[in-house]
């Protein structure tokens, strides 16, 4: 049989000999990044001086150019506390313990400045300038939209999944993602950036446009006061 097989095309010879399978690993149990790393503590100490934080987002947009965007920092993924008077019970919150090191920002997605660059390239880098300090943080990685009702897809679902490699949740817990654009959107202020969306309703507690953006780290830079020393950690 198989000297017979052996004089047939080689796409005929698979129908019969099919290729091997090999086993896949998942990839969360061999690339979990530390949810409080070494850079972490030295740029929550410099932020915390700031009243607001503001922070550009580089990202490379089409065809190929650089654009920058003003975003506020709203602190590291989960790790947000909730707004004294939050909907959402507190048996049914997520952990309060849960660490991060993934840089967090709220959007609009009519804005449309963002999710267009996404088409091209999650690659970004946030640059803090801390003009109390002077100092600055490069931070650079990808960003990814996160959304009501996962609109992005298959994109939101990769960055999802790249976000909470870098998270530490309490063994035996769970987070949810809706919980968290809820608990964000809850925090807003009313004048600023509520009124800008329509009123949240039973079916819709978190206006369908808004976005939080987060940036999943791969390298962290602080360029020091005074003498310049550049310290880099790379992940």
Not at 23 to 39: A, G, H, L, Y
Not at 49 to 62: D, G, I, K, M, R
Not at 92 to 111: C, E, F, G, K, M
Not at 129 to 151: C, D, E, K, M
Request: hydrophobic share 35%.
């Amino acid at each position: 049989m198989q000297k017979v097989l052996s004089l047939l095309p080689l796409a005929v010879q698979n129908i019969f000999n099919p290729l091997p399978t090999y086993p896949t690993t998942d990839i969360s149990t061999i690339m979990k990044f530390p949810s409080n790393p070494d850079w972490k503590p030295i740029f929550t100490q410099a932020v915390s001086q700031q009243p607001v934080t503001f922070f550009q987002l580089a990202t490379v947009s089409e065809p190929l150019v650089p654009k920058c965007r003003t975003l506020t920092f709203a602190g590291f993924l989960g790790e947000a506390p909730y707004s004294p008077d939050s909907t959402i019970p507190a048996t049914s919150r997520n952990p309060t313990d849960i660490t991060s090191a993934v840089i967090l920002a709220a959007s609009d997605a009519r804005s449309k400045k963002i999710s267009h660059d996404l088409n091209i390239s999650t690659k970004a880098e946030g640059v803090f300038f801390l003009p109390a300090l002077w100092t600055q943080f490069r931070v650079r990685g990808n960003y990814y939209p996160i959304s009501p009702g996962a609109q992005h897809g298959e994109l939101e679902s990769r960055g999802r999944k790249a976000a909470e490699l870098h998270m530490g949740i309490p063994e035996g817990e769970t987070f949810d993602w809706d919980k968290e654009l809820l608990k964000i959107w809850e925090k807003q202020n009313p004048t600023t950036i509520k009124a800008k969306f329509p009123p949240p309703t039973e079916e819709e507690p978190v206006p369908r446009d808004f976005r939080l953006i987060i940036l999943v780290p791969d390298e962290i830079e602080q360029l020091g006061a005074g003498d310049g020393t550049l310290l880099t950690w790379k992940l």
